[in-house]
């Protein structure tokens, strides 16, 4: 139990302010004055407060503003606002209030980062679409929103130890699938990495710890090593005068395992844990110049891989990192990724968007012109967007691409677009009329099709006709979110032409089949022909694609009754005593009686439930349990892809599940084996499976190629450790090389 100590609580505070303090040094006795304002504001605002840990509610606020202070290097303004950023939502203080306070920008701000309350809200399908929409929106006014709102969710993960497990899962899957990219895309790789991992420790806790074991376990190793790679070439660098710092960095746990899922490799086989960061100070017109000549010095000494050269310098991303990376052969046998920035490339790639307009001058270079591009495009489809909260959250993944190819336009100028980019995408690109009119285009002087996918490096101009419009297939021929938005708002207003026509079409049909035309009956045929809006069914009606008889299967029905059968009907229909509850309704009262209402076993119990096949749970997984749009419960792996998206949506539909100890019912589940091909190979697995675990096979893949063997085996196992004692069973024999669970199912 969480005791609390009045005078070491008041110590902590005054320590975490101070620190604040040092990280962010003041310009002026008139700013510190305002930030300690803000402060005691806060401090009153939440004295009455705890967070779930036990500590102080102040903890919070101060922490979020040393990391925009001191990681993400914003000012004032931006430290005044994470301090306040609760105190409107979780006190009795009122946007009103701080605009009296501070002004108008601060108020806004502080709207922008207070979410919607969390109240169980049945019109709202996702509580965290909705807040993330809101944030996103006041992207128009002012980026601060976005920097605050990530240095508040890395302190929430750094913190998360004291939330419970379904909890830690939901906040998780909602850092991966959109903070930590949207970090990425600030050029906040020091944040983007942290949430990453932190990610990882909770969704994948044993994998984890076994790779931060590993580092730690290698890290003087890794030491001596850098120790004696680095030496001739800081000699080199001293006698040519440059001023420089060389450190090596580890990589992220997270960017480690993802490796080891892509090459299906152990942490040992994976060459470059780490790389060696080379910074230089150099004035501006020279950076370039120098960083080319400290990559000539290391080649010098260790041979390059020419196809892991990276030149971010002549063309940075998008999101204004530029560095030059290379990979060469260390004396050892080893392959090394070497870094060299500068001093001001360095504080960019740390702390992004913010240091990057610390560096603005006069005449943008490309790394501005990138960051404005891609801003703009934001803007652009955050105000043309009137899409729902889940819609506008997929369209703006699309923004959140980390890899990119540059194309030119015929006139030379730059653009960046997500790979798998067509020349539809690059059309919307330039410009939203551009892309309605698009017919195709001249790829390389070459004639191409709307559809042609780019490469890096293309020239591109587009051939419009004025007689061309939007079409619905076009949504297959393209993957950023602008040009679905535009799609989409293009089609949308074609259609709203003939809304006149369709709905004066619709009054005759009603009119002919003696019908009252109103709200409801719309709804009506919306509802039985599925349509998302009245004008998709008024330009249907426009188009003949829905005519009298389909308007008579829906509204004349009540006509057909005679007077006898409604009085008949009416008299022996009851009146219902109480409407139903949802399935929603129902798990929620239920889990609020005993935390563990849905558990996992072979019988039907209060709820039902279906096992996920995306990832094929098995007895001693981790699980978690979702109420589904359509009221169904589905039973995911906490480390599932899509079990991650989903409650990153829909926070408020996950169900604690668990296991029930009995081990009675086989659960399918999939196993890939890598193996030599020799004689008796499929026997020697088959008698392990159906003999020695007395397991059941659905199913045996294998394929044989150049002397290698590769099988996929799908068979019902009782639990994790069933599966453990299997995989450890069938990797001792002398021609298996490789074991590794298969998480999605490929069986209809």
Not at 242 to 270: A, C, V
Not at 682 to 689: A, E, L, M, P, S
Request: overall charge positive.
């Amino acid at each position: 139990m969480f005791i609390p100590d009045p005078e070491q609580e008041k110590k902590g505070i005054i320590n975490r302010y101070r620190s604040l303090l040092r990280v962010w040094r003041p310009a002026s006795p008139e700013d510190k004055k305002i930030v300690r304002k803000a402060f005691n504001l806060a401090a009153e605002a939440h004295k009455e407060m705890r967070r779930r840990s036990g500590e102080p509610y102040i903890y919070h606020p101060l922490e979020v503003a040393r990391i925009v202070a001191g990681e993400i290097g914003l000012g004032r303004t931006s430290i005044v606002c994470a301090l306040l950023h609760d105190v409107v939502e979780d006190t009795e203080y009122t946007l009103a209030d701080i605009e009296t306070l501070f002004g108008s920008k601060v108020a806004r701000i502080i709207d922008g980062l207070t979410k919607i309350k969390e109240i169980f809200d049945h019109s709202s399908t996702s509580l965290q679409a909705e807040n993330f929409k809101k944030m996103l929106l006041t992207l128009s006014d002012d980026v601060r929103v976005i920097l605050i709102k990530l240095a508040d969710r890395l302190h929430n993960m750094r913190t998360l130890d004291s939330m419970p497990h379904h909890k830690q899962l939901k906040i998780a899957s909602e850092t991966t699938y959109l903070y930590a990219p949207l970090a990425h895309r600030f050029g906040l790789y020091g944040i983007k990495t942290e949430l990453e991992d932190l990610t990882l420790k909770y969704t994948e806790p044993e994998i984890y710890k076994t790779i931060s074991e590993k580092l730690a376990e290698s890290e003087k190793e890794r030491k001596r090593f850098t120790t004696k790679f680095t030496f001739p070439i800081k000699k080199a660098l001293k006698m040519q005068n440059f001023s420089f710092e060389i450190i090596s960095r580890d990589k992220s746990i997270h960017s480690i395992w993802e490796k080891m899922k892509k090459k299906e490799i152990p942490i040992e086989e994976i060459y470059d844990l780490f790389a060696i960061r080379i910074i230089i100070e150099t004035p501006p017109e020279t950076e370039k110049i120098d960083c080319w000549k400290v990559y000539s010095i290391i080649t010098d000494f260790y041979r390059p891989n020419i196809d892991r050269l990276r030149d971010w310098i002549s063309i940075p991303k998008a999101n204004g990192y530029e560095a030059l990376h290379t990979t060469v052969m260390s004396k050892d046998g080893k392959w090394v990724e070497v870094q060299i920035r500068t001093k001001r490339m360095d504080e960019i790639a740390e702390k992004g968007f913010a240091a990057h307009w610390r560096y603005k001058s006069t005449s943008p270079g490309l790394s501005e012109i990138n960051i404005n591009n891609w801003l703009e495009r934001i803007r652009d489809m955050l105000q043309s967007s009137d899409s729902s909260a889940l819609d506008f959250i997929t369209d703006f993944q699309g923004f959140l691409f980390t890899d990119e190819i540059y194309v030119f336009t015929p006139q030379g100028e730059l653009r960046n677009l997500p790979v798998n980019s067509t020349v539809l995408d690059f059309a919307y690109a330039i410009h939203s009329e551009i892309g309605n009119t698009c017919i195709g285009a001249k790829i390389n002087y070459k004639l191409s099709p709307l559809n042609q996918k780019l490469k890096s490096g293309d020239q591109v101009e587009i051939i419009t006709s004025k007689k061309q419009i939007p079409r619905e297939d076009w949504f297959n021929y393209v993957v950023t979110a602008r040009a679905k938005t535009q799609i989409k708002n293009a089609i949308k207003e074609e259609k709203k032409k003939f809304a006149d026509e369709g709905r004066k079409k619709l009054q005759k049909y009603f009119d002919q089949i003696n019908a009252v035309l109103n709200g409801k009956s719309i709804s009506k045929l919306q509802q039985k022909y599925n349509y998302a809006s009245p004008i998709e069914l008024y330009y249907d009606i426009a188009q003949n694609l829905i005519g009298l008889k389909e308007i008579k299967d829906c509204c004349a029905e009540s006509e057909k009754e005679g007077w006898f059968t409604k009085v008949i009907r009416r008299s022996f229909n009851r009146p219902r005593v109480s409407e139903q509850p949802t399935l929603t309704e129902a798990v929620i009262k239920e889990i609020k009686n005993s935390p563990d209402a849905l558990m996992v076993n072979q019988d039907v119990q209060k709820i039902s439930y279906e096992i996920a096949d995306c990832c094929n749970p098995i007895p001693g997984d981790e699980i978690i349990g979702f109420i589904e749009p359509n009221e169904a419960i589905k039973i995911h792996r906490t480390n599932c892809r899509i079990a991650m998206v989903t409650m990153s949506k829909y926070g408020n539909k996950i169900i604690r599940t668990r296991w029930n100890d009995k081990e009675s019912i086989g659960f399918l589940t999939g196993l890939k084996i890598n193996g030599t091909d020799k004689k008796g190979f499929i026997n020697d697995i088959v008698k392990i499976i159906t003999e020695s675990l007395q397991l059941n096979i659905k199913s045996f893949h294998l394929e044989s190629n150049a002397g290698m063997i590769e099988a996929s085996i799908w068979l019902y196992v009782y639990s994790a450790q069933n599966l453990d004692a299997l995989m450890h069973h069938l990797k001792k024999l002398p021609d298996v090389n490789k074991v590794s669970r298969i998480n999605k199912s490929g069986l209809n």
